[in-house]
């Protein structure tokens, strides 16, 4: 875990030096209209969705990995085989497509496919190792780490996402760090572009799915709760 931490910094640190030298060729021109604000509400999402798949799956096997003798395969696991890659993948997604241009979400995918298609191989093959035929099954059975469309429109989100306060509590620092800075910058960025008043018409789309994305998890808690 500590050798994964420190590439993954090591990786952050390189982009980070690169996008503070050469800012132009990262960030997006301050356009107004609404294919921006729609990056932006659609940023926001991902992030936020991104982070509850993260606490459900972080909270999930905890609870239920029996100190690794036992092969996950319920709550978000049911949904994809990694959905803590999923969710890393999502609010990544997310604050790429509300700052910076549109060559750098095939470069943010090209290296989240290098990076992490690496450790889930890793990982498949201990899983395989440990457990054999039952893991094959899964494999077949739950998709690596792009859901399904059938898992997507056909089934209950609270099926494969348990939330408990609990869980939440742990992580909720880390979400609330990661929503404040993309929302100071991209305020600042949007009343710089459009003036005060243009700005309140976009925050009020921001603030309207992040509403949303609260009582889904007041629903998703509740649900865990009266199936427990």
């Not at 107004?32 to 659609?42: F, K, N, R, S, T």
């Not at 395969?73 to 604050?95: D, E, K, S």
């Not at 993309?182 to 509403?211: H, N, P, Q």
Request: glycine residues 6%; positive net charge.
């Amino acid at each position: 875990m500590k050798k994964r931490l420190k590439i993954n910094g090591i990786i952050i640190f390189i982009v980070m030096l690169l996008i503070v030298l050469f800012p132009t060729i990262f960030f997006r021109k301050e356009l107004v209209g609404p294919l921006d604000e729609a990056m932006e509400v659609l940023g926001i999402t991902f992030i936020l969705l991104g982070q509850i798949i993260r606490v459900s799956a972080r909270g999930y096997k905890s609870e239920h990995s029996q100190l690794g003798q036992a092969l996950i395969q319920g709550g978000p696991y049911a949904f994809v085989r990694n959905p803590m890659y999923l969710g890393i993948l999502l609010i990544g997604l997310g604050i790429v497509l509300i700052f910076f241009k549109w060559w750098v979400v095939a470069a943010f995918l090209l290296v989240f496919i290098i990076r992490y298609l690496l450790l889930i191989f890793k990982e498949e093959k201990k899983l395989s190792a440990l457990f054999s035929v039952e893991y094959k099954e899964y494999q077949q059975a739950v998709p690596r780490i792009l859901p399904s469309l059938k898992a997507l429109f056909y089934r209950d989100i609270g099926e494969y996402l348990p939330l408990k306060w609990s869980w939440l509590k742990k992580e909720i620092g880390t979400l609330l760090a990661i929503l404040f800075i993309v929302l100071l910058v991209e305020s600042w960025k949007d009343i710089r572009a459009e003036g005060i008043k243009v700005y309140f018409k976009e925050a009020g789309f921001i603030a309207a799915t992040i509403m949303l994305f609260i009582c889904l998890v007041i629903y998703l808690n509740k649900r865990t709760e009266n199936a427990s």
